[in-house]
T-cell receptor, first 116, second 111 residues
Framework: ETGVTQSPTHLIKTRGQQVTLRCSSQ?????VSWYQQALGQGPQFIFQ???????GRGNFPPRFSGLQFPNYSSELNVNALELDDSALYLC???????????????FGPGTRLTVL | DAKTTQPNSMESNEEEPVHLPCNHS???????IHWYRQLPSQGPEYVIH???SNVNNRMASLAIAEDRKSSTLILHRATLRDAAVYYC????????????FGTGTSLTVIP
């Protein structure tokens, strides 16, 4: 069983640029969540995708957008990068989504984004 | 957002039990309580979860207060490999079982 993978592992961009981060979910999982983790902080929920549709969003501006593909892999896109976007971006996958039922989330190792 | 409050750091001697507290006074009836831990340069990993009753698994135990406004993660015998940041998390099943992390407790295990 392959775990959650993310690419790239590290990325350096400058202010105003756009970035795309990628995540491959664990086999059999159809739900992907994205988190932003600033240095020394806990992860903050960005949004979740379930069967290619956005299924919940945290307090992040519209320049943070995403996609989920038919194979359940996912992309996080960030436009007009700001210095404060520098963080570790984590992707987590989980199994079949069912309201009220617990689903463990399996996290990838993250992508470290630095904005200069 | 569902909020949790944890001490910033704790220390434990190796092979002794560790009790990691968490307050979640705004918890609602359908919120699950999760604990994950994060080792340096890794994503968080699952430790344990519960809803109302105390839970045990091979890694740890979770004690949930009767009013569900606090919980305690218990590591029965701390090892050096247990040194990590431990997050107490609430999740709301609608929409999307979103996880709300706090700032976590950094656990140091002393040999």
């Amino acid at each position: 069983e392959t775990g959650v993978t993310q690419s790239p592992t590290h990325l350096i961009k400058t202010r105003g640029q756009q970035v795309t981060l990628r995540c491959s979910s664990q086999s059999g999982h159809n739900t992907v969540s994205w988190y932003q983790q600033a240095l020394g902080q806990g992860p903050q929920f960005i949004f979740q995708y379930y069967r290619e549709e956005e299924n919940g969003r945290g307090n992040f501006p519209p320049r943070f957008s995403g996609l989920q593909f038919p194979n359940y892999s996912s992309e996080l896109n960030v436009n007009a990068l700001e210095l404060d976007d520098s963080a570790l971006y984590l992707c987590a996958s989980s199994g079949t989504l069912s309201g009220g039922v617990y689903n463990e989330q399996f996290f990838g190792p993250g992508t470290r984004l630095t904005v200069l | 957002d569902a909020k949790t409050t944890q001490p910033n750091s704790m220390e434990s001697n190796e092979e002794e039990p560790v009790h990691l507290p968490c307050n979640h006074s705004t918890i609602s009836g359908t919120d699950y309580i999760h604990w994950y831990r994060q080792l340096p340069s890794q994503g968080p990993e699952y430790v344990i979860h519960g809803l109302t009753s105390n839970v045990n698994n091979r890694m740890a135990s979770l004690a949930i207060a009767e009013d569900r406004k606090s919980s305690t993660l218990i590591l029965h015998r701390a090892t050096l490999r247990d040194a990590a940041v431990y997050y107490c998390i609430l999740s709301r099943p609608v929409p999307g079982n979103q996880f709300y992390f706090g700032t976590g407790t950094s656990l140091t295990v002393i040999p």
